[in-house]
């Protein structure tokens, strides 16, 4: 069981469950992130000086080093969904994790846990996944015995997906099917994705093995978003858009800050987000995965007219 370990990317959606799991097993925690004010409510999930928010620059050799000195293990969570100034998916996902895959080994940390992305991989049109890919053989190369999890879309509490549609669900009376909606997902939850993490740090024979992580079934982008319009009560209509159409809104709006679509994410829409045939997953970590059904009520109902109670 490591003593310390360095999260980079902590204070973020997955990142947060992660340190927490870690604080509760007794272990430090160094947080690595962008602003450390902003990750300072993270230092109540372990004892006074237990979890450590420290600021780290993913892009700068210095600054990486500093974080994973003294490290038992590293975990590198850092991923962008969309390009924003100097935040670029090679210089992020590809080029960062390669640098704290070298940061780490020369200081001799012993077990590394890198977050991908179903999907990755250096053939595919979506610039997204080809630096995910791009990330992960960098990682390979510095870190030989680094563990690669690459999870489908993560729900839960402060998710990307369903607060985003049920946020947008309050303001319009449509949401888009891109594609007609038939783009295949294994949603997989963060506390099983958390679990995943922990495994890969104190289990040896993950070592030097990838994992794809998915919940316990799929579902089409439909047939998400009908759940969660269903939880809460919202009466927005799925309104099919094909994919050049999208592709020309993605190319319009998609440099706006926060845009909701771009256009390589429409590319990513493209292909199944699920877990391939033969891959090992959160069975082989010893994780039960959790049914979408159990967990997405307890946060959807902010969205809900009346709250918590009121019948939808």
């Known amino acids: 069981m490591p003593k310390l370990v360095t999260v980079i990317g902590g204070s973020g959606f997955i990142g947060?469950?992660?340190v927490q799991d870690l604080a509760q097993a007794g272990i430090r925690v160094r947080?690595?992130?962008?602003d450390p004010e902003?990750?300072?409510d993270l230092k109540p999930m372990g004892d006074v000086g237990q979890v450590t928010p420290i600021q780290v620059n993913i892009r700068d050799d210095a600054s990486v080093q500093s974080v994973v000195q003294g490290a038992d293990a590293v975990v590198n969570l850092v991923g962008i969904l969309a390009e924003g100034g100097k935040q670029k998916f090679r210089a992020v996902q590809a080029e960062g994790a390669g640098r704290v895959a070298r940061a780490a080994t020369a200081a001799g940390v012993k077990s590394f846990v890198q977050i991908s992305a179903i999907g990755a991989s250096e053939t595919s049109r979506a610039a997204y996944a080809r630096s995910?890919?791009?990330?992960?053989?960098?990682?390979?190369?510095?870190f030989p015995d680094a563990v690669v999890l690459r999870p489908s879309i993560v729900f839960g509490p402060r998710d990307?997906?369903?607060n985003m549609f049920a946020g947008m669900a309050q303001l319009s009376p449509a949401l888009?099917?891109?594609?007609?909606?038939?783009t295949k997902f294994q949603p997989v939850y963060v506390g099983d994705v958390a679990a995943a993490v922990m495994a890969a740090l104190t289990k040896p024979e993950t070592r030097g093995k990838t994992y794809e992580l998915g919940g316990p079934a799929e579902y089409s982008f439909k047939e998400l978003l009908e759940m969660m319009l269903k939880e809460t009560g919202q009466k927005a209509c799925l309104l099919s858009i094909p994919f050049p159409v999208a592709?020309?809104?993605?190319?319009?709006?998609?440099?706006?800050?926060?845009?909701?679509?771009?256009?390589?994410?429409?590319?990513?829409?493209k292909t199944d987000n699920v877990v391939s045939s033969g891959s090992e997953g959160l069975s082989?970590?010893?994780v039960t995965p959790t049914a979408i059904q159990a967990v997405l009520p307890t946060y959807m109902d902010v969205y809900r007219r009346g709250g918590r109670f009121a019948s939808v």
């Open 284 to 286: 082989a970590l010893g």
């Open 247 to 269: 592709a020309l809104m993605g190319t319009l709006t998609g440099w706006l800050p926060g845009a909701p679509l771009t256009r390589d994410q429409v590319e990513m829409l």
């Open 38 to 40: 902003a990750a300072l």
């Open 31 to 34: 947080v690595g992130c962008r």
């Open 176 to 182: 888009p099917l891109i594609g007609g909606g038939k």
């Open 16 to 18: 947060r469950q992660v």
């Open 132 to 142: 995910k890919a791009m990330g992960e053989a960098a990682v390979r190369e510095a």
């Open 160 to 162: 990307s997906f369903f």
